[in-house]
């Protein structure tokens, strides 16, 4: 049964509908054609299912073998695939001879369909005894005058070829082949004769590539996609050889099939590092990422530009110009890849054409018809803001035009306009009073508080002359209106009940529209704070008047500290006349007070006012009422002095990053220097030398590589079983992204021979084992090698346990060794990556998993805390280091991975120590991590590693 379950399977057929065998005998030996088709098709299901019908094969012998119909002579071939052609032993069954005869006369049918279904069924023989009657029929058909009959029989010489017994049956197949393939025309017969050379006769197959060399061009694509695959094979068994080789590819890479350009680009940078094969290669990706529409092909093209530029980065900056036309696509995900491309690929050379193509793509998002403008012209700004932080000097270019988005309806793109501007205005002083005027005019169409607050911040902080501090104060008075902010209320005689109107009104309920009775007995109407509302238009008129009137009162603390700082600032400069500063500050006070008024009266706005933003506008009460004078110099100078330490700090970090990216190892004092114009060129071409140069150098520094491989792979060995179990195995666990590589030692530690030896794996979690396990013999003290292939569909902490199974020679029972659990870590799947604040905040934001871990640990020290987290979970920490420093006690740090699935992983790490004894000893820590992710595997993954790593070890402890 082991040996049924464990052969091979050529084709997989669904059946819903069993039938018995009486009914397909019955079916089979009437005259109907089409109830003969029905029934052996009955008969091939059942055999793929497992049914054995050994009274069935006399009945197609006798009434299917004669039949005429191509129909049931091509299911007779599925059957004779399917049925068992040989006994326990392994021999052929005797009943098998009867369809040789059968077999030989399809070769030699008149019908060319006939004969070739019968040669694609002779691919899948593997009994010699059946197929060596037949060879010399099969030969003759490589003469047959149809090429479909030809093409079918040079597949069949391969595959009888392959056989360990294939050199006996055909031994002159090789220069038979190559006769045909220098007379053939038809393309795919061609075909399959080069590859049948390749595999079996790879001299003849190179010897007639270098002989068609100028004849390349005229090939199918089918053909050319054979020939690469034969240069692959030669270069891999003698790379010496490969520089012959890269002409002929280049010559393929004019090819007019996209599949065969792609197939070359791959094959040229996988076989050369030289400059001009890699110039070449990305070229060729370059025009199929601009002429070729399917998207999917588009992303895989720019997975392989992302490749070389990691390899090649000096290269694909020619390239850059190229790769950004397949920003014309409608996706997003493809727009998003080449953005990500280009910019790490600017240079001071190519900066002004790179920001000249966005600016007009940033143009093209205003049309009201671009699909998804908002998410695209984000992503365009983000791109903008990279290049303007690399190169100050573009700002200028591309400022105006995106100030124009500030007004956007797209929130988060016009937050990114409004971060960009904020930071050109601290690092490019020269743009301030453009910028600065461009503001004011646009002002009033920004209707996002978030965005207006920092447009505000920018306004107090920027405006360094008196024209300018004037013009901001009268911006602000026309996005304010006039005050009070609650229309008063009015009557038919409010104007003559006084006191005694103002002390009746109260008795009406707060929000009626019924006429209210005052004292002297007249009716006067009171109006509410929803009508009040309606009345100013919440939802229209000036900006920040509308805004306040929605309930948003911390804008209105940050409406009282801008002008603050305005009119500091203005105090200090002494150019304004005494009465006019006084007016200003008089002005600036009543709209504080106004706004102040608005929050306390019951019911005016959909939240009340809170207390910190009372305190706030409080505070700048007292600063413009001058009772506050120790505080002016935190308004002029600190608050901006705090920004511009965070913008040079977020910029020594991404001149970090990037140094670290592009480093290089240093030249070793003793490392040999190589003089390309001295290398002996021996007739080689210009491409061919720098193929050869390159080549040394990457065997030079293979072996450091090599060496630190073999350390790391020693680092993952896992002992499976104990020294004393009669079978001691260990495992490498290796993992490549989706897939884990299981390389298990097996070694006979018994005197006896150990039959049928399997190693039975299964896995718990997001973990699928792909391949079956195969049954081994191991002599006594004799070791095999198991390699067991896994893929892992998301990031989630998975076990792979198992065991071994064995027979012994003097028992008949199987013994069993249970393996030790293999644990697959998370972190073999995430790394540490970097992203932007905002990035930050959306995604957290965004995601729906998140998984709240207490802090419970033995550390006394939160910056040694935060460390040991990092540390652990493979991080990075995105906030900066000075916001970490000083010693209060509290600490709070966002952390950022990536899997290798493209997942993100965010954490906020939020810790205090407690006050302990009188000199603060002894305290411990308290707080907790919250993780969220898009999926719930990473999260709860990330949590358990956490929760188990969080403790500290003994010496950190006690230090």
Request: proline residues 4%.
């Amino acid at each position: 049964m082991a040996n049924a379950v464990e052969r091979s399977c050529t084709m997989l057929v669904y059946n819903d509908k069993q039938a018995s065998a009486s009914e397909i005998r019955e079916a089979l030996e009437g005259n109907d054609p089409l109830a003969k088709q029905a029934a052996m098709k009955k008969a091939v299901s059942l055999l793929l299912a497992g049914e054995q019908l050994p009274a069935l094969f006399i009945t197609i012998v006798r009434y299917v073998l004669p039949s005429e119909d191509h129909m049931v002579q091509k299911l007779l071939l599925l059957y004779l695939e399917a049925i068992e052609k040989t006994d326990a032993s392994g021999k052929l069954l005797p009943e098998m001879i009867l369809i040789c005869q059968n077999l030989r006369n399809n070769l030699q049918h008149p019908n060319e369909y006939i004969r070739g279904v019968t040669l694609r069924f002779l691919c899948r023989i593997k009994e010699e005894e059946i197929l060596e009657p037949l060879v010399p029929s099969i030969l003759a058909n490589l003469e047959h005058r149809h090429s479909y009959v030809r093409r079918n029989a040079v597949l069949a010489i391969n595959s009888i070829y392959k056989l360990p017994k294939g050199e006996l049956l055909m031994p002159d197949a090789p220069e038979t082949i190559e006769r045909l393939l220098r007379q053939e025309q038809d393309l795919s017969a061609r075909r399959n004769c080069l590859a049948m050379l390749t595999n079996h006769a790879t001299d003849r197959a190179i010897r007639y590539l270098l002989d068609s060399a100028d004849q390349l061009g005229s090939w199918g694509d089918l053909l050319q996609l054979s020939a690469l695959d034969l240069i692959r094979k030669a270069c891999r068994s003698s790379p010496a050889e490969k520089g012959k080789f890269i002409k002929t590819i280049l010559v393929l890479l004019q090819s007019p099939s996209p599949a065969v350009m792609y197939e070359c680009a791959v094959t040229l940078t996988s076989l050369s590092s030289a400059p001009s094969a890699v110039r070449a290669a990305a070229n060729c990706f370059c025009t199929l990422l601009a002429s070729h529409s399917d998207n999917n092909v588009k992303l895989i093209v720019l997975d392989r530009l992302q490749e070389l530029k990691e390899k090649h980065r000096e290269v694909m900056t020619e390239v850059v110009m190229d790769t950004l036309r397949a920003l014309s696509s409608p996706s997003l995900d493809i727009r998003k890849k080449t953005l990500d491309i280009s910019l790490d690929l600017i240079t001071a050379r190519n900066i002004d054409e790179v920001v000249g193509v966005l600016k007009k793509e940033v143009v093209k998002t205003q049309n009201k018809e671009y699909d998804k403008a908002g998410e695209y012209r984000q992503m365009l700004v983000q791109a903008i803001h990279s290049c303007a932080v690399k190169f100050p000097e573009v700002a200028g270019n591309v400022v105006h035009v995106l100030m124009d988005f500030l007004g956007d309806a797209n929130t988060a793109s016009a937050l990114d306009v409004i971060f960009f501007v904020r930071e050109i205005m601290e690092t490019n002083a020269r743009l301030r009073p453009n910028v600065l005027e461009r503001l004011h005019t646009i002002f009033y169409q920004i209707r996002s508080s978030r965005v207006v607050s920092c447009a505000l911040w920018i306004m107090g902080e920027y405006c360094a002359t008196t024209s300018e501090i004037v013009a901001a104060l009268a911006t602000l008075k026309e996005a304010l209106g006039p005050v009070p902010f609650l229309a008063e209320p009015t009557g038919e005689a409010a104007g003559a009940a006084g006191l005694g109107a103002a002390a009746a009104a109260p008795t009406a309920t707060v929000g009626s529209k019924r006429p209210a009775v005052l004292a002297d007995g007249t009716y006067a109407t009171q109006v509410s704070s929803a009508s009040a509302l309606a009345a100013t238009g919440a939802g229209s008129g000036p900006n920040l008047r509308a805004l306040l009137l929605a309930g948003d009162f911390f804008l209105g603390g940050v409406v009282a500290g801008t002008q603050v700082k305005l009119l500091l600032r203005l105090k200090a400069l002494k150019e304004t006349p005494g009465p006019q500063l006084n007016a200003y500050t008089a002005e600036a006070m009543q709209y504080v007070v106004a706004t102040l008024r608005l929050g306390e009266a019951a019911g005016a706005t959909p939240t009340p006012l809170d207390a910190d933003s009372r305190d706030r506008m409080m505070l700048c009460l007292r600063v413009l009422a001058g009772q506050d004078t120790c505080s002016v110099l935190v308004w002029l100078a600190d608050c901006r002095a705090a920004f511009a330490s965070l913008t040079h700090e977020k910029q020594r970090e991404a001149n970090a990053r990037k140094a670290s990216a592009q480093a290089r190892a240093a030249v070793q004092p003793d490392d040999l220097i190589d003089f390309q114009v001295l290398k002996n060129r021996k007739g080689l071409s210009q491409l061919e030398v720098e193929d050869e140069v390159t080549s040394d150098l990457a065997r030079a520094t293979g072996y450091a590589e090599a060496a630190a491989a073999a350390s790391s792979r020693l680092n993952r060995v896992l002992q499976l079983t104990g020294l004393s179990d009669p079978v001691y195995a260990e495992a490498v666990v290796t993992v490549h992204q989706y897939d884990i590589v299981l390389d298990v030692t097996v070694t006979n530690r018994t005197a006896e021979t150990m039959q049928a030896l399997c190693l039975e794996l299964a896995t718990m979690g997001d973990l699928k084992l792909v391949e079956r396990p195969q049954n081994y013999t191991l002599a006594p003290g004799d070791t095999k090698l198991i390699r067991a292939n896994i893929k892992v569909s998301s990031t989630e902490t998975g076990v792979i346990f198992g065991n071994i199974v064995y027979e012994g020679t003097g028992y008949a029972e199987r013994s069993v060794v249970v393996l030790n659990d293999i644990h697959i870590d998370i972190m073999d799947y995430i790394s540490p990556a970097y992203c932007a604040d905002v990035q930050f905040r959306n995604m957290w934001a965004e995601f729906e998993w998140e998984n709240k871990v207490a802090i419970a640990t033995s550390f006394n020290d939160v910056a040694a805390f935060l460390q040991h987290i990092i540390a652990t979970t493979n991080m990075k920490c995105l906030t900066p280091p000075s916001a970490l420093e000083g010693e209060c006690g509290y600490l709070a740090a966002n952390l950022y991975a990536k899997s290798v699935f493209g997942e993100d992983a965010l954490v906020n790490v939020s810790v205090e120590k407690t006050a302990g004894g009188p000199d603060g000893a002894g305290g411990r820590l308290v707080g907790y991590i919250r993780i969220r992710s898009k999926t719930q595997g990473i999260a709860l993954s990330l949590g358990d590693k956490i929760t188990l790593m969080q403790k500290a070890p003994p010496a950190t402890a006690a230090a």
